[in-house]
């Protein structure tokens, strides 16, 4: 009898990584939520060209602008962070 190792881990890793990649080549940002980094009202906008935003949401959250961009080291470190190591 064969014995099926599950890993939930590897299996929620590889759903961002496809959805990430979707995103992207549909030409749209992967937004990456931080819970405690930043304020609740704000996210990461990860583009397909490796820059990433902080961006706050309205009131509805049906819209979203710019507040800044991450340095080359800080986005880094967000994908290690969120991401699982993605670069």
């Known amino acids: 009898m064969t014995q099926v190792t599950y890993s939930f881990d590897n299996t929620i890793k590889q759903t961002i990584q ?18 405690g980094e930043l304020n609740s009202n704000q996210a990461f906008m990860e583009y397909a060209n490796g820059i990433i935003e902080v961006v706050e949401f309205d009131k509805e959250f049906r819209s979203y602008s710019f507040v800044r961009r991450l340095s080359s080291i800080e986005a880094s470190e967000i994908r290690q962070k969120y991401l699982f190591g993605v670069q």
Do not use: D, N
């Not at 496809?18 to 819970?35: C, D, N, T, V």
């Open 18 to 35: 496809l959805l990430r990649l979707q995103k992207h080549q549909a030409g749209f940002p992967f937004m990456i939520e931080s819970r």
